[in-house]
């Protein structure tokens, strides 16, 4: 079968290196994402080959054409070539046998394209064109999948899963990546054999969730995860906010009201050279955890009602503890469970009103996260009733003007006491050590709380303090 696609759809190394290959005698194809992106229009970033020829072979055929070659996936049949600015790789055919108690295939080469395709994750990932011809090779009806909108595997999704569990997890991220729906084999295996997915590293489930909350449907591959049941083992305080409502409706539904603030949240990401460019993996998942601590806290009150006190606080520690489990780094962790600490702390500033005081500590608590908390709290109004959330909107507006005229006034972002440690240690006369920390956060407390006081005040607010402290 002939692919008609113009030439200039694909990118010219890929035709260079189809004609080094068949002058060589040996096959090439471009396949997999690259081949299913040129169908859907979008530009492929990252190009994969397969070939006949072995990695040897593959060195020897690009010698003196490549800038740089490397074969540290060797072991696995791939070569790494740089040309120019392209880098690209180009793997044996593969026909890989799988350990059912192993989390990694066990790699055997092939000797034909069809049974390399035959062994990857979905059809619309199975599609090849053969170079330099172009000619599509599509076995297992990829193209009529892609046009359909469908998820489905090669051969069966028993034996897809089986052999490579995290599939399971894959197959969810390309319906939130593309919008698609599962077919029902592909959806009734992963509902039986979600746990499976407990073979898989912390580390390969984090990447596959990771790039589902980036896509452009997330809420649609999270309630995948959660209706087969995934959910329950890799994420499973999402599935936990799925609380029974009381006979008299107290509370909202907290998982499609938590789906719902990660959509609101997203919505407010910015282009790419905005405060919080779009997809913002932090904003987004803290979006979907905010809640995460109400099950935990919920009581039902004498008088009928429901509370959920301190689920902020208890939420950020279930975040904390969720998202070491999937060894995310300490920095995203932190980033994450600091927005869902902070995202109740707003409420009330619209009926208590707050001093100028509060306002500099909302902005020192969230330090470099404002912005993200900014669009976190706006995300969290998800109530029909226009009134009550024009209401919170407005008190916002007002939070956000009063943080813009203090940072004017007074450099909030960059707030320091009026006395640095140096100064400290010379008014005091003393050494490096605890009382300098001390002394210091006592002096930005008094900055936090009445603004800058000049050096002369705060030195002599600072010598009032080191004679009680003797």
């Known amino acids: 079968m002939v692919a008609f696609f113009d030439t200039s759809q694909v990118d010219p190394i890929a035709l260079q290196l189809g004609e080094l290959f068949e002058k060589a005698g040996f096959e090439l194809s471009l396949v997999g994402g690259p081949v299913r992106d040129l169908f859907l229009g979008r530009q492929a970033t990252d190009l994969d080959f397969t070939t006949n020829a072995t990695p040897d072979q593959t060195l020897a055929v690009v010698e003196g054409w490549a800038d740089a070659t490397w074969d540290i996936g060797r072991d696995f049949g791939t070569i790494g070539i740089r040309k120019g600015d ?17 989390r990694k295939p066990t790699v055997a080469f092939g000797d034909n394209l069809n049974d ?31 046009d359909a909108g ?71 591959g999270i309630d995948l995860l959660v209706d087969s049941g995934l959910a329950d083992f890799v994420l499973p305080e999402i599935p936990a906010l799925k609380l029974e409502v009381d006979e008299h409706h107290h ?68 975040t904390k ?32 009103g707050w001093t100028d005081s509060a306002v500099r500590r909302y902005v020192r608590d969230a330090g470099p996260l404002l912005e993200r908390l900014h669009r976190l709290t706006r995300a969290d109004v998800t109530t029909r009733n226009k ?29 320091r006491p009026d006395l640095d440690g140096e100064q400290i240690m010379q008014i005091l006369d003393i050494k490096p050590g605890p009382v300098v920390g001390k002394a210091y956060k006592y002096l930005l407390e008094m900055r936090l709380d009445e603004g800058s006081l000049g050096e002369e005040e705060a030195t002599r607010r600072l010598l009032a303090w080191w004679q009680n402290q003797q």
């Not at 392209?86 to 192993?102: F, G, H, L, M, Q």
């Not at 979905?122 to 599509?138: G, H, K, Q, W, Y």
């Not at 490579?164 to 997890?169: A, T, V």
């Not at 009734?188 to 980036?214: F, H, N, Y």
């Open 86 to 102: 392209d880098t690209v790789e180009i793997t044996t055919y593969r026909a890989e046998a799988y350990d059912p108690n192993s």
């Open 251 to 318: 509370h909202k539904d907290v998982y499609q009201h938590s789906l719902k603030v990660m959509e609101q949240a997203m919505a407010q990401e910015t282009d790419a050279d905005g405060d919080v460019p779009a997809p913002d993996f932090v904003l987004r998942f803290a979006a979907l955890m905010h809640d995460c601590g109400k099950p935990a806290t919920r009581k039902f009150e004498p008088n009928g009602s429901v509370s959920f006190l301190h689920h902020d606080v208890v939420g950020a520690k279930i």
């Open 150 to 220: 469908i998820i489905q595997t090669p051969g069966t999704a028993e034996d897809s899963f089986s052999d490579d569990p995290l599939r399971m997890m894959r197959a969810a991220r390309f319906a939130a990546r593309f919008d698609y729906a599962l077919a029902d084999d592909v959806f009734g295996a992963m509902k039986e054999m979600a746990p499976r997915i407990e073979i898989i590293s912390a580390e390969r489930v984090r990447d596959e969730l990771t790039k589902l909350i980036l896509a452009d449907y997330p809420r649609r």
């Open 321 to 352: 503890k969720r998202m070491r489990a999937l060894r995310f780094d300490n920095d995203t962790i932190k980033a994450v469970a600091r927005l869902v600490e902070l995202h109740m702390r707003f409420y009330g500033y619209g009926d208590a």
């Open 116 to 146: 390399d395709l035959f062994r990857r994750d979905f059809t619309i990932n199975s599609m090849a064109l053969r170079l330099p011809s172009l000619e599509l090779v599509d076995p297992h009806g990829g193209k009529r999948d892609l």
């Open 387 to 415: 009134r009550k959330a024009n209401k919170i909107s407005n008190a916002y507006d007002d939070l956000e003007r009063r943080i813009v005229e203090l940072a004017e006034q007074e450099e909030l972002d960059a707030m």
